[in-house]
């Protein structure tokens, strides 16, 4: 018999009383539990708690605010093994990247606690005398934190914390395939004692309450990472309500493999930057772009690394590639994958979903690198969000460039060459919000992060950057005498 979660509103754990099951993706079979299908009056009635709460809330001093988030994230830092298991049932990615998501999340919030100290505003001198000009910052208010399914710990921690510190209350909608993660940070922020309304947790599907949420006038910011046709939606209702949004999207994130000696080295660095979890990263490397002449000493070296990954439940020892999220994702990459065949481009290694044994409880599907590709392909222009790899060839740097830039999304790029010449042309022209230079697209605990184009809109997350969000700028001019 699976548990039965609620939404949290108001310090309450309650719902409307309808629920759907959550299944572990590396076996169908095991309900993870249930969890309530909201409807539009409770994430009314999460707003109305998260904007009572925010009078008070918002007048505590920072450093009151940090110390609650202090005792949350003692919590979150005793738990991270524990939480790294059900995250890791409940959406599939190799336990070893599950522990790491609640780890990064403590290094991150750590990090956040101290802007507590550091929401710094600006003072100039007057054109007047007895006239101080200052601008400080303020919280927004009520801020609604969307999230998706492929990293259930972090995103929402990466939202809801930087919000606490700034002063803003939170009504937090995971995604409907991995609420679980997202009751257990509650449970968290229930144990460390927050005041009732200031964290508030919906649970149930966007398409049915998501409109709702975004459209209530008593929120006043959207923080959203998820899917472009999505955040494209939010986009305008935040947009009819002069709401600020962050959104952070879908990408395409291309490699770029050009007079790089050491290929041997890049092999590796893109490979694990497109299979970990599965590929179902935002900023996953999904095309190399290599010269030709090095081409096919790449191509093999990816190919053997691909050899190596194991498949297998996430949990399971020496397990590298978990299953993927669902069926639904699983049918899609697959569509992918043939749709490439169908185009004419070449399987160099993996392409199948794995059968038999515990292969038949989930949706695996072997790494796969796909050559031969050209512009035109859909495996070479559309976001796959699987364990996908695909390569093209090209004769000159520019065109290397022009290529990647021909995306229209603009999240993570990478690049591998030794000439110094090309590395400045990239760090100038390439068009996403961050560039790697000579390693894959791993992101640090305090650096921003963010995309442009059809990947990301609003102030970059994590680090400095947050506040630009989670406050207002108030201009004040005072004559004191
Ligand atoms: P999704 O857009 O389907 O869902 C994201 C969230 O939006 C979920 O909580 C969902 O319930 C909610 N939602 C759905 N319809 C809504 C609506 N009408 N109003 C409000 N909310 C609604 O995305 P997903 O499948 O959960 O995640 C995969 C996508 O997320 C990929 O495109 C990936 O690139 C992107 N992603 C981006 C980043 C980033 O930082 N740029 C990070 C992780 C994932």
């Known amino acids: 018999m699976s548990n039965t979660y609620e939404n949290f509103i108001d310090g309450k754990w309650t719902s409307s009383g309808k629920y759907y099951d959550i299944h572990n993706p590396a076996d169908y079979d095991e309900i993870i539990g249930r969890f309530p299908l909201s409807e539009p009056r409770d994430t009314d009635a999460a707003v109305l708690a998260a ?23 003692a919590l979150l830092d005793e738990k991270t093994n524990y939480l790294g298991e059900c995250l890791c049932m409940e959406q599939g990615k190799p336990l070893a990247e599950a522990v790491g998501e609640p780890s990064r999340g403590v290094k991150e919030c750590r990090y956040v606690i101290g802007e507590a100290t550091r929401l710094q505003g600006i003072s100039l001198p007057s054109e007047r005398q007895g006239v101080t000009n200052t601008v400080v910052r303020e919280p927004i208010g009520v801020v609604a934190a969307i999230t998706p399914w492929n990293f259930p710990l972090l995103t929402p921690l990466r939202k809801m914390i930087p919000a606490l ?14 609420p679980w993660c997202s009751v257990l940070l509650l449970e968290l922020i229930e144990k460390a004692g927050f005041p009732s309304g200031v964290v508030n947790l919906i649970i149930g ?61 890049a092999a590796k660095s893109i490979a694990a930057a497109a299979f970990a979890n599965a590929g179902q990263r935002c900023t996953a490397v999904s095309r190399v772009l290599v010269k030709r002449q090095q081409a096919e000493e790449l191509e093999q070296a990816i190919v053997a690394i691909c050899k190596e990954y194991k498949l297998g439940p996430g949990l399971e020892k020496g397990t590298t590639i978990g299953p993927v999220v669902n069926k639904k994702a699983g049918d899609s990459i697959m569509g992918y994958i043939q749709k490439a065949r169908e185009q004419g481009a070449y399987i160099a290694v993996g392409g199948n979903r794995l059968s038999g044994g515990v292969y038949d409880k989930g949706f695996y599907i072997e790494p796969t690198l796909i050559t031969g590709v050209t512009a035109d392909m859909s495996v070479a222009r559309e976001e796959i969000f699987g ?28 690049v591998f060459t030794d000439i110094q010449a090309n590395i400045y042309t990239f760090m100038r022209e390439s068009q996403s919000g961050m560039v790697h230079i000579n390693h894959g697209s791993v992101s640090e605990s305090f650096m921003p992060f963010g995309g442009i184009k059809m990947s990301g809109l609003g102030p970059f997350s994590i680090g400095t950057t947050n ?4 406050t207002n700028l108030k201009v004040i001019y005072n004559q004191y005498i």
Not at 60 to 65: D, F, G, H, N, S
Not at 220 to 231: A, P
Not at 244 to 252: A, I, S, T
């Open 387 to 414: 364990p996908v790899l695909t390569v093209q060839r090209v004769d000159s740097f520019e065109e290397a460039l022009e290529v990647a830039n021909s995306s229209e999304y603009g999240l993570a790029s990478c």
């Open 467 to 470: 506040k630009d969000f989670f």
């Open 165 to 178: 510190v700034a002063g803003c209350t939170v009504v937090l909608k995971p995604s409907s395939d991995t």
């Open 51 to 73: 904007h009572k709460a925010f009078l008070t809330w918002s007048r505590l001093l920072p450093m009151e605010r940090a110390q609650y988030v202090e005792r949350f994230v």
């Open 205 to 265: 599907r966007g398409s049915e309450i998501g409109d709702t949420l975004c459209g209530n006038p008593l929120v006043r910011g959207i923080t959203f990472t998820g899917s472009t046709v999505v955040g494209r939606r939010i986009n305008k209702i935040g947009a009819e309500h002069f709401v600020k949004v962050q959104l952070e999207m879908g990408g395409k994130n291309p490699a770029i493999v050009y007079d790089y000696a050491d290929i041997k080295t």
